[in-house]
């Protein structure tokens, strides 16, 4: 049961610091498993679900957590905080005084603390949101690298200094494989400031960790540079092992097994007594040390490890004097000082209503008390309040930093012409335009890739901008002479940030790069490319970085079957779903680059609105012809709100054909065709069916017709007439538009794997070439004409 610790008044700084700070771990403990307790028992229940709350995740963490907020953080310190500590974090911050008592007795609840730490969901402030295991952790080195950008540059508020990046770990996240991603990349990247905190627990969701990991994982992070500092054993059991006898008690431990030793945590003191009477009774040292304790004090002893010991842990932390990585491994007890501790089956467990009570009367709390944020020690309460104001830094972090002003975006962005251009080309002629000057906009702009940055169109903007190092880092093919196309040269005035080919750490870093306004003070804007097909691959960790309200830009080219020869593996099919379908992006698919340019233009100015998101261009390498036009303000509008009138219902209109993106000429083929017969026929090019759908969607909930794009667009078209939607991608992106005015509709697109073949092949096969189209409309007006 508890170990409820008292505070003495020794004339030791450090022991008053550590009394203080147990008495603070007691308080959090409580506060985390009541919290647990009261949404899963007291608090009324409207739908019989468990709540859940992953109490024996929380104990393990308490005194890492506790030596950390009241002893350790400083102000420019950012934590990711392992998931399933959530109600630490949140007990935690009510003592601070910086959330309230109605989010923690509201915890899983609506507009209550949440589940897992939310950046954008919870009422404090979260430096990094984590959920999906290991994802939170890795972020942390991508944060450190661009800590690194934002200082070397000198882009940080005046007074400002460098932070560390800390990760409170679960040891079950290690087994993450993004996590390895990312070691490798902040190994080859020589971060700095990043902890990770590894609460090594020895227990999993289902079953005890491998015997041998914790040999695998020291040797791993050393192999990548870290410095690796293991907390085994707490001050008790460093004692016993200086008495006689005691090597061999420190060997015993040593070989048990984590299963064994986690089956003897929860038997308590008479399993540890048998078990040890068994095996070294024989030795008088140990005869004597067992004499010595009851069962509640000997089970006190051997689960007093390293990460449950208040001062080995602040000695750890405070004897690290440089910036390397460290990987701290902290041995814990799953469900430490808790009825269910080590128990394998722990990990959802919860108390009982008689253990919560027995719990409670063991730490002396009133009845109606229990929320109080000392209740475990109100005759302390004053001490503990001037010790949480003088000892707790991260206390004193501004509730609030003004953002940095907005980057300036000019009217309009200047693209070198060309009569015949994929969207892919545009958009690095764009960057390389861009490139050119030195304005805000030019300097704010970062870009990133894994490993796919000539082959998207990067090279031109790389070559002026050049890459970022912490280092000077020649480019020896050019020092040797030796003809390149392209400048490779690295130093910290570099511009784009080179990743290996590992989409996870691509999406991490364009996370914390878009977060780099909130974490550093310093307004980036980020662009990040990859295959679009590879979207997919690193889709948890795009899904991360929107939870987190992290902004940039995600371009993904080539898209589609129209990557011809490349065949099903580089072919994007469901891409376009997945932007329309994740919130934080808007998806955009333009086919020509004056229509680019616009989005891009509005898309770097709406990435720095307060109610602004992330943008994701779906482009091509397909070259098309590109329009004789000059795209006035008007048009642009059109472009970005998602569609414009290529050509206009005519009267008595019966057909509408909309593409969206590289299939424009297909379309257009086949309405010129379509047209000889069909006079009234319009052609509506689709730059974003993602803004048009959540626009049209937002009207109908409202109740107010006629008030989105879409809906002003088809005034002029008839209810039931023939629409046709075509893209180079999944059918039902488009095919929603029959409902705006119950059109008799057909769908075209690609729902199947592709293969390799070339354009008219590929499109003749999966049917959005320009007789497949055709064939739509004759069948649609059919339709129609039936029942009418």
Partial sequence: ?????????????????????????????????????????????????????????????????????????????RIAVKPHASPVLHAIEYLQGRESREQLENFRGLGGAQSYPSRTK???????????????????????????????????????????????????????????????????????????????????????????????????????????????????????????????????????????????????????????????????????????????????????????????????????????????LAYTVKGYGLPIAGHKDNHAGLLSPDQMEAYKASLG??????????????????????????????????????????????????????????????????LA??????????????????????????????NRRGLFDRAQRPDVFRDLQVVSAQKWAMSPAGQHIELGIAENNLFLLLAALGLSAPLFGARLLPVGTLYDPFIARGL???????????????????????????????QSISTPLIGMGQPGLIYFEPAYADELAAIMRWGFEHMQQPDGASIYLRLSTRALVQPEREMDAAQARQVIEGAYWVVPPGADCQLVI????????????????????IPGAALLAVTSPDRLHSQWQVSRLLGSPGRSHAERLFEAVPRGAALITVLDGHPATLSWMASIGGFSSRALGVDRFGQSGDIPDLYRAYGIDSGAIIEACAVALRDRAGRD
Wanted: net charge negative; with cysteine.
């Fill in 1 to 77: 049961m508890a170990d409820v610790r008292a505070i003495s008044q020794s004339p030791d700084p450090l022991s008053q610091e550590v009394e203080c700070l147990a008495a603070l771990e007691d308080q959090v403990r409580w506060l985390s498993s009541w919290m647990i307790h009261n949404a899963n028992h007291l608090r009324r229940k409207r739908d019989g679900l468990k709540v859940g709350g992953h109490l024996a995740s929380c104990s393990s963490s308490t005194a890492l957590l506790t030596a950390l907020y009241f002893g350790v953080l400083r102000p420019e310190d």
């Fill in 658 to 677: 909309a593409y969206a993106g590289v299939v424009a000429p297909e379309a257009r083929e086949a309405f010129e065709t379509v047209r000889e017969e």
């Fill in 365 to 430: 709390i009133a009845d109606g008390r229990e929320w109080d944020p000392f209740c475990c020690h109100p005759d302390a309460e004053e001490r503990l309040r001037a010790f949480i104001a003088e000892a707790g830094p991260v206390r004193r972090r501004p509730a609030a930093v003004p953002p940095p002003p907005p980057v300036p975006v000019p009217p309009s962005l200047r693209i070198e012409p060309a009569a015949n251009m994929s969207t892919q080309e545009a958009f690095g002629r764009i």
């Fill in 540 to 570: 948890d960790a795009l899904n991360y970085a929107c939870y987190q309200d992290a902004r940039f830009m995600l371009v993904g080219t080539p898209s589609g079957i129209s990557l011809a020869p490349e065949g099903g593996a580089h």
């Fill in 122 to 328: 919870d009422a404090v402030d979260i430096d990094f949101s984590t959920g999906s295991v290991g994802l939170g952790v890795a972020a942390t080195v991508f944060a450190s690298l661009v800590q690194d950008y934002v200082f070397m540059k000198g882009l940080a508020p005046k007074g400002a200094r460098p932070g560390r990046m800390i990760a409170l770990v679960g040891d079950a996240e290690l087994d993450e494989g993004n996590i390895y991603e990312a070691l490798l990349e902040g190994w080859k990247h020589d971060v700095r400031n990043v902890w990770w905190i590894v609460d090594y627990n020895r227990q999993s969701l289902d079953a005890v960790v491998s015997d041998r990991l914790q040999g695998r994982i020291v040797s791993l992070f050393e192999s990548m540079g870290w410095q690796v500092v293991t907390l085994k054993y707490g001050k008790r059991l460093e004692a016993a092992f200086a008495r006689p006898d005691g090597q061999s008690l420190r060997q015993w431990i040593d070989a048990c097994p984590n299963a064994l030793y986690s089956a003897l945590t929860y038997k308590g003191g008479a399993g540890w007594r048998e078990a040890l009477t068994r095996d070294l009774g024989h030795l008088p040292g140990i005869e004597a040390l067992l004499a010595e304790h009851d069962d509640p004090a000997l089970a006190r002893l051997m689960t007093n490890l390293g990460g449950h010991d208040l001062e080995g842990i602040l000695d750890a932390f405070r004897s690290i004097d440089h910036d390397r990585p460290v990987a701290f």
């Fill in 433 to 462: 335009e861009l490139a050119r000057g030195d304005d805000g906009l030019a300097r704010a702009i970062v870009t990133t890739s894994p490993d796919v940055t000539v082959s998207t169109n990067l090279g031109g903007w790389v």
